[in-house]
């Protein structure tokens, strides 16, 4: 059974446009998450984090939110540009409540492509 | 900063060969880890080091796959009678561990294809 799930497998964004990843948790016991970008043939390139006791953290282009009722994060990129197109990975962990400091629970990802 | 470096990049093998792979972490980073990925999935944990000690194992590492980081810098993956299934992307991650929100820096993997 998933615990963190990308229901999306892709999306295509224009340009300068916004893009919106979204990433659903079914553990109530995670408490730290984070957006990680790959390109092929490349390893996972750490993006941005979030603690469970925020409910947004921004960081240039990138901010995420973090809906803990709703056990729900989403990643939002403006302005996006082409060199954005790659695999988003949500990923989770429980460090605070005994499991393992990076064992990471990752999302399938979604394929983001932005066109010019 | 040289990045986490994992050799080969590329192994084919056939069904029954053992195989071992190689990951220098990032220097100084006491924490090491090894993941695996298949595609259309997401990266799965498979075990971690913290220095020389292997502190925990997933139950996808069956016994035929060891795990080794003898001085607590580098580190290998060893999978004996390989498997069909064993075919898949194997990545490496290294943390300095500094606080309990870790984020793990990973390197460009190893490639398996089992014939």
């Known amino acids: 059974d998933q615990q963190v799930k990308q229901n999306s497998p892709s999306l295509s964004v224009q340009e300068g446009r916004i893009s919106i990843l979204n990433c659903d948790y079914t553990?109530?016991?995670?408490?730290?998450f984070l957006w990680y970008k790959k390109y092929p043939a490349e390893g996972p390139t750490f993006l941005i984090s979030?603690?469970?006791?925020?409910d947004k953290n921004e960081d240039g282009r990138f901010t995420v939110f973090l809906n803990k009722s709703a056990k729900h994060l989403s990643l939002h990129i403006v302005p996006s540009q082409p060199g954005d197109s790659a695999v988003y990975f949500c990923?989770?962990?429980?460090?605070?409540?005994?499991?393992?400091?990076?064992?990471?629970?990752f999302g399938k990802g979604t394929k983001l492509s932005v066109k010019p | 900063d040289t990045g986490v470096s994992q050799d080969p990049r590329h192994k084919i093998t056939k069904r029954g060969q053992n195989v071992t792979f190689r990951c220098d972490p990032i220097?100084?980073?006491?924490?090491l880890y090894w993941y695996r990925q298949t595609l259309g999935q997401g990266p799965e944990f498979l075990t971690y080091?913290?220095?020389?000690?292997?502190?925990?194992k997933s139950r996808l590492l069956s016994d035929r796959f060891s795990a080794e980081r003898p001085k607590g810098s580098f580190s290998t993956l060893e999978i004996q009678r390989t498997e069909q299934g064993d075919s898949a992307m194997y990545l490496c991650?290294?943390?300095?561990?500094?606080?309990?929100?870790?984020?793990?820096?990973f390197g460009s993997g190893t490639q398996l294809s089992v014939l």
């Open positions: 991650a290294s943390s300095p561990y500094r606080s309990v929100n870790e984020k793990l820096f």
């Open positions: 553990n109530s016991m995670f408490d730290y």
């Open positions: 979030i603690s469970s006791i925020k």
């Open positions: 990923a989770a962990s429980a460090p605070r409540y005994g499991g393992s400091q990076g064992n990471l629970i």
């Open positions: 220097s100084e980073h006491n924490r």
């Open positions: 080091f913290q220095n020389e000690a292997q502190l925990e």
